[in-house]
């Protein structure tokens, strides 16, 4: 079972930037696709975006576009989540999840703890 590990969270002044990271100590994630989720105060999770063992990454949300890039960093066999311009509504916890497969299609099979992010002056 491969553990999901997520870090770079923290408080940021809005417009600021974070980097998220998600790893697996022990082992690479090169060989999964994997997503990021974000779960805002009082609101479900969402998806962000996921991954693709080829590199490819679906769409995101609107609200997300042009701010957020999710990408692979092969030689450290992690995955991070750029977030730029980030904005008080994009304060929530961070999850990165596991999806079994090549091409993200298939449901979430396990959950990183979460890493927390708030945005505010």
């Known amino acids: 079972q491969v553990q999901l590990v997520e870090s770079g969270g923290g408080l940021v002044l809005p417009g600021g930037s974070l980097r998220l990271t998600c790893a697996a100590p022990?082992?690479?994630?090169?060989?999964?696709?994997i997503a990021w989720f974000r779960q805002a105060p009082g609101k479900e999770r969402e998806e962000i975006s996921c991954v693709s063992t080829f590199g490819d990454s679906p769409n995101y949300p609107d609200s997300m576009k042009g701010r957020f890039i999710i990408a692979r960093d092969n030689a450290k066999g992690t995955v991070y989540l750029q977030m730029n311009n980030l904005q008080p509504e994009d304060t929530g916890v961070y999850y990165c999840?596991?999806?079994?497969?090549?091409?993200?299609?298939?449901?979430?099979?396990?959950w990183g703890q979460g890493t927390q992010v708030a945005v505010s002056s």
């Open positions: 999840a596991r999806k079994p497969g090549t091409t993200c299609s298939r449901p979430v099979h396990s």
């Open positions: 022990g082992a690479t994630l090169n060989y999964y696709s």
